[in-house]
């Protein structure tokens, strides 16, 4: 056998071992190969995610210029897995005009500055989005119909404080009952700005200078009034509104979606955002050390308490429990603690 007589040297025996002789299918496609890389998108516009509707989004571009205008967005498919929510200040390619029939493509975030959560309960550590960016959350709560329920703003206000948003009180329906019982509860609480409405009554401009220069959500129970509310301030919000079962006294849900809505007040502007009312606001994604934070009054108290201590009833050396037992705390302050030691209760079992 000669290893010698083609022009590459190698007998036509040994051609199929040679790599360089390999044949490669072409694409039939002509599809050039995928790439993890992204465009940069520098041409993107920001805007305020103003809404959700089934996966499209209301983007305000623009905002208080002479070119404002609404866009209709999608999602990137880069962004399947990130929460879009309201209030979101995204980053906007594709057709912005804000034409009819258009639709803009939503490519990023800009960096949010806070986040309100909640989960399915306390125990569930999977959270809920609730809105983006709100630096105030005004806690709406009826006097009556539906009767208030302390430990549920309790929940509320320690939400607010673990997402750094500030809290706000407005307790509706005063004319059906008196509150005074109630807002005892929230005595300790310095900074929390307490409002107060009834029928006829409603401090629409009071409560709107709060709103000024500031991205406030909406929070509430079912039938307390809150869209009611919202209309009053937002005339061109049309927020469906409506009534407390007689049976079993209950609201019933009128807004079905979180949505942001603009206030126009004397001295200025602000936005509302308004969501869906709720009859539990579980906390489980919230660090149990942040717990305390939201009893400002007996967190002064607690500073006394041991290294370690958990504040629960029967923890030993709690300067909480020894000044309930000596009599120091009011009326209110023992309540608080009821409510304190009850969540800490639950946040420390062995289901979390």
């Known amino acids: 056998m000669s290893w010698l007589g083609d022009d590459d040297g190698l007998d036509d025996e040994y051609d199929e071992f040679d790599e360089s002789r390999i044949r490669t299918r072409p694409n039939p496609k002509a599809n050039r190969p995928r790439t993890k890389r992204r465009p940069a998108h520098d041409d993107a516009e920001l805007g305020r995610v103003l809404g959700v509707d089934r996966g499209r989004y209301s983007v305000l571009i623009g905002e208080n210029t002479d070119d404002e205008r609404m866009v209709t967005a999608a999602r990137a498919r880069e962004l399947r897995r990130t929460p879009i929510v309201t209030g979101d200040r995204a980053r906007v390619v594709g057709d912005t005009s804000g034409e009819d029939g258009t639709l803009a493509r939503i490519v990023g975030l800009a960096p949010r500055t806070s986040l309100l959560r909640r989960s399915a309960d306390d125990t569930d550590q999977v959270e809920r989005v609730i809105v983006a960016n709100a630096d105030q959350m005004l806690v709406v709560v009826a006097a009556a119909d539906p009767e208030p329920r302390e430990r549920l703003v309790d929940r509320y206000l320690i939400a607010a404080l673990d997402a750094g948003i500030r809290p706000l009180l407005v307790v509706t329906k005063t004319d059906l009952a008196d509150p005074t019982a109630f807002l005892s509860h929230f005595d300790g609480l310095d900074d929390l700005r307490v409002f107060t409405s009834a029928r006829g009554k409603m401090p629409v401009a009071e409560i709107g200078e709060a709103l000024v220069g500031h991205s406030t959500v909406f929070v509430g129970h079912s039938g307390v009034g809150k869209s009611t509310l919202v209309n009053a301030l937002v005339p061109t919000a049309h927020r469906a509104t409506g009534h407390v079962n007689e049976v079993t006294g209950r609201g019933r849900h009128t807004s079905s979606s979180t949505v942001s809505l603009r206030y126009e007040g004397p001295s200025g502007s602000g936005w509302v955002i308004d969501t869906p009312g709720v009859r539990s606001f579980g906390l489980g994604h919230v660090d149990p050390a ?46 608080r603690l009821d409510s304190l030691q009850r969540l800490l209760e639950t946040f420390s079992s062995p289901g979390r």
């Open 290 to 335: 942040n717990i305390l934070a939201a009893f400002t009054e007996l967190a002064v108290i607690a500073e006394n308490c041991p290294r370690g201590c958990t504040h629960l009833p029967d923890a030993e050396d709690c300067a909480l429990n020894e000044a309930a037992a000596a009599g120091e705390l009011g009326a209110s302050e023992r309540a």
